[in-house]
């Protein structure tokens, strides 16, 4: 008993047909004139400036977040001295707690970089941002309770809501529903 071979499947090649091609160049808005005579620009590059900033973003914080846990962890006095002015803690238990904790954040950090999940980069800059606040607040009452200024601890403050800011406008933008055209 013979078996009958199924049709061989037919492959629609709308690319290479010159209308369909300029519908999909007319949706994406690049290249060619409308009826008004406009030229339309390509309306991906904004986006991908974004992405690409994004990106570079999320790789200054993970190497900022590495530098800092290490150093916190193998030179703790120098750390806790370069923030505060004083005199080095007795204990170093705590700033190296502290860089082991950095130092899990910037593992995230890191694998969140390779990824294109939205999801998981939004999470990941919202844990920054929750960081960055923590720090910033556990930094000023700090200051507050002790009385002095601090150069380097003004210098964190300000760099601190900065990097607050920044994250939370990645944030949102990463979740935000592009607009229709």
Not at 2 to 21: E, F, G, I, N, Y
Not at 24 to 47: A, C, F, P, Q, W
Not at 48 to 53: H, P, T, Y
Not at 64 to 80: E, H, N, T, W
């Amino acid at each position: 008993m013979a078996t009958k071979q199924p049709p061989p499947l037919m492959k629609k090649h709308s690319q290479t047909d010159l209308v369909s091609r300029l519908k999909t160049r007319k949706i994406l808005g690049v290249g060619g004139e409308d009826d008004d005579g406009e030229v339309h620009r390509s309306k991906l590059t904004l986006g991908s400036l974004f992405s690409l900033l994004r990106r570079v973003w999320q790789l200054v914080s993970a190497i900022m977040f590495s530098g800092v846990a290490i150093m916190a962890l193998a030179f703790p006095d120098q750390l806790y001295d370069a923030v505060f002015d004083e005199e080095p803690v007795s204990s170093k238990t705590p700033v190296r707690l502290y860089g082991g904790a950095l130092l899990s954040i910037s593992l995230i950090m890191w694998n969140a970089l390779y990824t294109a999940e939205k999801v998981v980069i939004r999470w990941t800059l919202l844990t920054e941002a929750c960081y960055f606040a923590v720090q910033f607040l556990v930094t000023t009452v700090s200051l507050v309770e002790s009385g002095r200024i601090a150069t380097g601890a003004v210098l964190l403050l300000v760099s601190r809501a900065l990097f607050i800011l920044i994250s939370i406008y990645y944030y949102y933008q990463v979740g935000r529903r592009p607009k229709k055209v």
